[in-house]
């Protein structure tokens, strides 16, 4: 999932890149986040955080925080 966003960063919009690398920079801690906690400590919007999780291919938050978990836990 990090690789996933990573190579996604070139075509998000400024304030998803911002959700997009306070996640890479706090992969365990997005996990555990609410679509709150991850909008207050990227800097954007609650919608945007929903956005991010839709232009990485996924259906919304709950979505994204179960993949990522399941991404770090692998080997």
Same mark, same amino acid.
């Given at each position: 999932?990090?690789? %996933?966003?990573?190579? #996604?960063?070139?075509?998000?919009?400024?304030? *998803?890149?911002?959700? +997009? %690398?306070?996640? /890479?920079?706090?992969? =365990? %801690?997005? @996990?555990? &986040? @609410?679509? +709150? +906690?991850? &909008? /207050? #400590?990227?800097?954007?919007? *609650?919608?945007?955080?929903? =956005?991010?999780?839709?232009?990485?291919? /996924? &259906?919304?938050?709950?979505?994204?925080? /179960?993949?990522?978990? *399941? &991404?770090?836990? =692998?080997?």
């Amino acid at each position: 999932m990090l690789v %996933e966003i990573d190579h #996604a960063l070139g075509r998000l919009s400024p304030s *998803e890149r911002k959700v +997009a %690398e306070w996640v /890479l920079a706090h992969p =365990r %801690e997005a @996990t555990k &986040s @609410t679509v +709150a +906690a991850v &909008s /207050l #400590a990227a800097g954007t919007s *609650e919608p945007t955080v929903i =956005r991010f999780c839709r232009s990485v291919g /996924l &259906s919304g938050f709950r979505e994204f925080t /179960l993949r990522l978990a *399941e &991404s770090l836990s =692998r080997p």
